[in-house]
C-alpha cells in the first residue's frame, strides 16, 4: 500500500493561543485546504504545500520538540484537517506518545470515533456547519467549542456539544481595522459579562494569546 501523501502548509513550534491548552507550547502541522471559504479566515495562504508522507511529517515534528518532553502537544489544524484521510496520521502520532489536538470546523463532526485519552477535538463552528452540530448521546461530541464573535452570539451556543465553550473575538490581523478587532472584543467581554451559563465553570474567553503576544 502506498503512503499517503498530505498537502502540509507548514510545520512548527509555538505557543496555543487559542481555547482550553492557550499558553500551552504546542507543534502546529497545518493541512492546505478548506472546504469552507469564510470571509475572516486568518489562515495563510501557501501556494505550493509540501507533499508529505506520514513518515516525513512525522520526522519533522519529532525534530521541533525535545525528546524528553511528557506527551507532547501536537495541534492538527488548517485549513480544514478533516478534508483529508487523517485517521491513520492521528493514530500514527498518537502511537508516538504524543497529544493529538485537532481543530476542525465541524463538517465532518461525525468521522472521528477514536476515543483515547491523548485525543482531544476543538470545534470551530461556521454558519454553514452549525446547523450540522448535534450531541452524539452520553458523551459530548467535541472537547471544547470555539464560538466566533462576532459570527455568533451566545443565543447560538449549543451546551450541549461539550463542556467546555469560548467565546473568541474574530481577528483577522493586518488586514482588519484594529478598531473592529477592539470592538469584537468588548463584543465577547460584554456577553461574558451578560450571559445566563446553565453549567458551572463553562464559559469563557480565547483571546487567541499568540497573537497577542506576537508568535504565529
Ligand atoms: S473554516 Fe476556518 S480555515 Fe476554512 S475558510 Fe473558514 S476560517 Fe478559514
Redesign the pocket.
Known amino acids: 500500500m502506498t503512503d499517503q501523501k498530505f498537502p502540509v502548509a507548514e510545520i512548527f513550534w509555538s505557543i496555543q493561543g487559542e481555547g482550553y491548552y492557550a499558553g500551552h507550547p504546542a507543534t502546529f502541522i497545518r493541512l492546505a485546504g478548506?472546504?469552507?471559504?469564510?470571509s475572516?479566515?486568518?489562515?495563510p495562504s501557501t501556494s505550493v504545500p509540501m507533499n508529505l508522507s506520514t513518515e516525513e511529517i512525522l520526522d519533522q515534528v519529532t525534530k521541533l520538540i525535545v525528546p524528553t518532553t511528557y506527551q507532547p502537544i501536537i495541534v492538527l489544524t488548517?485549513?480544514?484537517p478533516s478534508i483529508h484521510p487523517i485517521e491513520l496520521l492521528i493514530t500514527k502520532l498518537l502511537s508516538q506518545n504524543f497529544r493529538v489536538h485537532l481543530e476542525t470546523?465541524g463538517s465532518f463532526s461525525n468521522t472521528f470515533n477514536l476515543h483515547h485519552s491523548r485525543f482531544w477535538v476543538t470545534c470551530?463552528p461556521?454558519p454553514e456547519t452549525l446547523p450540522k452540530l448535534h450531541h452524539s448521546g452520553g458523551a459530548y461530541t467535541y472537547d471544547e467549542v470555539k464560538w466566533l464573535i462576532p459570527t455568533f452570539t451566545p443565543k447560538d451556543i449549543n451546551w450541549t456539544l461539550s463542556a467546555h465553550h469560548y467565546l473568541q473575538p474574530i481577528h483577522t490581523g493586518a488586514s482588519s481595522s484594529p478598531v473592529t478587532n477592539l470592538c469584537n472584543l468588548k463584543t465577547c467581554i460584554d456577553y461574558l459579562r451578560t450571559t445566563c451559563v446553565p453549567y458551572p465553570h463553562t464559559l469563557s474567553l480565547s483571546s487567541q494569546l499568540h497573537k497577542l503576544i506576537g508568535v504565529r
Open positions: 478548506c472546504n469552507l471559504a469564510c475572516f479566515c486568518d489562515t488548517g485549513g480544514e470546523n470551530s461556521k
